[in-house]
């Protein structure tokens, strides 16, 4: 984008608040933003939220290291972590209910959905998976822990198409556009 993609306006707010308001709103027991060391900006993105911010002394490293750092900074009570895309401002709140649901009902120790476009964002792990997900390289996200062993995954059915992230100024121009609310 060349530019910060998680404070741009997005009707109103930044795209990131978008995203954190949907993980109030489905009441998640506790938020962890993983932010760079230079964070100020999206602290006051989140004012007022009740977050936690997590630093990743490494971000240029890659995704994984930031699923890294948000792992290990869980406190031991932790009994699932949802890995959300700070980029993705439409994901469904009655999607993480569906999710948090098919991991607690499903025996099972992941539970991603897949929308009408393919398996997506965003993805719940259960704690004995955490140690995997603290060990992933810096160039790899928790797709590779998802895809590892199809026997652990539920799969959570969502009819509607994946929600848009944000990487290019052309996904910023149609989430902006006034007809799309999602």
């Known amino acids: 984008m060349g530019r910060p993609k998680l404070l741009l306006d997005l009707r109103g707010k930044p795209v990131i608040r978008h995203t954190v ?13 993983v932010v760079a060391p230079e964070h100020a900006a999206l602290e006051r ?40 895309l700070g980029d993705q401002p439409g994901i469904g709140v009655d999607v993480i209910r569906k999710l948090r649901a098919a991991l607690e009902t499903q025996g099972k120790s992941i ?11 965003p993805v719940i792990f259960s704690a004995e998976v955490f140690p995997e997900l603290a060990a992933l390289p ?18 959570v059915e969502v009819a509607s198409a994946m929600p848009s ?7 910023y121009e149609r989430l902006s556009a006034p007809d799309n609310s999602r």
């Open 45 to 84: 993105a989140l004012d007022k939220l009740g977050v936690r911010l997590v630093v990743n002394p490494a971000p240029e490293a890659g995704q994984g290291s930031s699923v890294s750092a948000g792992i290990q900074a869980l406190s031991a009570r932790t009994t699932a972590a949802l890995i959300v």
């Open 21 to 33: 308001e949907r993980l109030v709103a489905a009441h998640m027991d506790e938020i962890l933003v």
């Open 111 to 121: 539970a991603a959905p897949r929308y009408a476009d393919g398996l997506g964002n």
């Open 165 to 171: 992230d944000l990487d290019t100024p052309e996904d």
């Open 138 to 155: 810096g160039d790899r996200g928790a797709r590779s822990v998802v895809e590892r062993d199809p026997q652990r995954l539920a799969v």
